[in-house]
């Protein structure tokens, strides 16, 4: 019997609580990769927005998700819109205008590595999390 812990050890008691101990700091690192990916990809919209203005608004101004375009240059409701058209396509092909874009594509290969493993990570944890609940 332990003195400070009472009846059970602090080694039973650490142990059985380790798995939730690994699912948040699971879910911490996933977070953080998410945030990484979606700052990532700020930096696209941002470099389109300077770099190449014609091709932003070609694509319907779409806003970051933490960046934001001049008040005047964008509206938050369709800004957020194209981001997401945007964000779901440039995973999986590159549109034709940026193709010649060396920063585009270093960037747009950090954000789809970000989300395939956020996503895989989500879908590992709640599996892990459904399992550990099951038994």
């Excluded at 003195?3 to 953080?32: D, E, N, Y």
């Excluded at 696209?44 to 806003?63: A, C, D, F, M, T």
């Excluded at 509206?75 to 010649?100: E, H, M, Y």
Aim: proline share 4%.
């Amino acid at each position: 019997m332990c003195p400070i812990c009472g009846p059970s050890s602090l080694k039973q008691r650490f142990f059985t609580r380790m798995p939730a101990h690994i699912f948040v700091m699971l879910m911490a690192s996933l977070t953080l990769v998410v945030l990484k990916g979606r700052r990532q990809f700020d930096d696209i919209l941002r470099h389109i927005y300077q770099n190449q203005n014609e091709v932003w608004k070609q694509l319907g101004r779409p806003s970051g998700f933490f960046w934001r375009a001049d008040k005047d240059a964008a509206n938050w409701f369709v800004g957020s819109w194209s981001r997401s058209k945007c964000f779901w396509r440039w995973n999986t092909q590159t549109p034709d205008v940026l193709a010649d874009d060396a920063f585009v594509l270093s960037k747009l290969r950090w954000v789809r590595l970000n989300t395939l493993i956020s996503h895989v990570g989500f879908i590992a944890a709640g599996i892990g999390l459904l399992a550990a609940s099951l038994s």
